[in-house]
């Protein structure tokens, strides 16, 4: 499938805003993948860009990490992930990112060969003058793959202790269905005890039983999707009283199947159920869009108003973890009085 280019984004889509989930790897444009590939000695099955995007038609979440797993082979130095990361915070810049804490995960590169200091000192240059060359502050969030073993998760967080200074917090991702959060328990009482926040994948295919154990067995600050919330109210009660944010990813929906059509998207429900709800782009070079995409095209599918948009806008910056210090306090109250000022121009949208 090839898809026509996206319309040039209003000022709708352009507040300034906080993206929380996003998956690096999953910011690998077919462009760069070659060019990498070419770089690396590395034959892909495609023969071009064209023909890697006809791949990109997926019937659920596994199909997807079945070739987001495979293309992986293409990041092998610490260039690579520099570059990677690099050009998603451009891209990101450019669609109203202001600050970004970025997803990682570090089993698929130390089950190929690549050694987790490699991915850390790579993305970590990258990160390090961000602020600078795109206006984006970052952090870096590593996630463990859910179906792995729950040693190799804690074998993983062993590994990170050097590079903690550059590790945020950790998540929970990859195939949900079958692979319930209970199995790292441990893993995050002991990441806890690090020091590092907590996240995890929950409630994207998964039922609201798999969101109860993000929360009261893993004790999760954010659940990332938490789509199917709805289904549960005294799960909503629960993740209302005790404000926990969760990083919505619209365009990714529709390409997983998790919804038919963004039309069909619970947001404005979730919204009105009092869920601190924030809009993300998850994989942007799968699912066809990034930040700001997801807010023009979530916007427009679900008319949206100012208002709305201004409130997904502002829980973005109260649900990071802008938070560590007096400093960062400062940087997040900046970024929030950026979107209480921030002018929607009528001509553009
Ligand atoms: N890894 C990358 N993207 C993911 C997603 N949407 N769900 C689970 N794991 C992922
Ligand atoms: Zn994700």
């Given at each position: 499938m090839s898809h026509a280019p996206l319309a040039p984004l209003g000022s709708h889509a352009l507040i300034p805003k906080a993206e929380l989930h996003l998956h690096i790897e999953g910011t690998l444009e077919p462009e760069l993948a070659f060019e990498l590939a070419a770089r690396n000695g590395i034959t892909l099955p495609y023969a071009d860009t064209e023909a890697l995007r006809t791949?990109?038609?997926?019937?659920?979440l596994q199909s997807f990490l079945d070739l987001y797993y495979a293309l992986?082979?293409?990041?092998?130095t610490e260039d690579d992930f520099e570059a990677l990361a690099d050009a998603y915070l451009a891209r990101a810049a450019a669609q109203g990112v202001r600050h970004a804490e970025i997803f990682f995960d570090p089993q698929a590169h130390t089950a190929r060969g690549v050694a987790l200091g490699t991915v850390v000192e790579g993305l970590s240059r990258a990160l390090a003058r961000s602020q600078e060359r795109h206006g984006v502050t970052t952090k870096l969030i590593m996630c463990f793959?859910?179906?792995?073993s729950a040693e190799s998760a804690m074998e993983t967080l062993e590994a990170a202790k050097p590079y903690l200074d550059r590790i945020v917090g950790v998540g929970l991702d990859s195939a949900e269905v079958g692979n319930p959060?209970?199995?790292?328990r441990e893993v995050y009482e002991a990441a806890g005890e690090l020091g590092l926040r907590k996240v995890a994948h929950a409630g994207e295919e998964g039922d609201p039983g798999y969101v109860w154990e993000a929360l009261?067995?893993?004790?999760?600050?954010r659940v990332d999707h938490?789509?199917?919330?709805?289904?549960?109210p005294e799960l909503v009660a629960r993740l209302v009283r005790d404000r926990i944010p969760l990083t919505l990813c619209p365009m990714s929906n529709v390409r997983l199947r998790t919804i038919d059509v963004l039309e069909d998207h619970p947001l404005v429900a979730m919204m009105d159920a009092g869920l601190v709800c924030t809009v993300n782009s998850d994989d942007p070079a799968y699912f066809g869009g990034y930040a700001g995409d997801n807010f023009h095209a979530v916007g427009e599918a679900l008319a949206l108003d100012h208002e709305r948009l201004r409130e997904l806008a502002r829980n973005s910056f109260v649900a990071s973890f802008l938070d560590g210090s007096a400093e960062e306090e400062e940087l997040r109250a900046r970024y929030l009085a950026e979107v209480e000022a921030y002018a929607f121009d009528a001509a553009t949208d």
């Open positions: 791949a990109y038609l997926f019937a659920d992986m082979a293409v990041l092998i793959l859910r179906d792995q959060a209970s199995k790292f009261d067995v893993l004790g999760v600050e938490g789509l199917r919330s709805l289904e549960d």
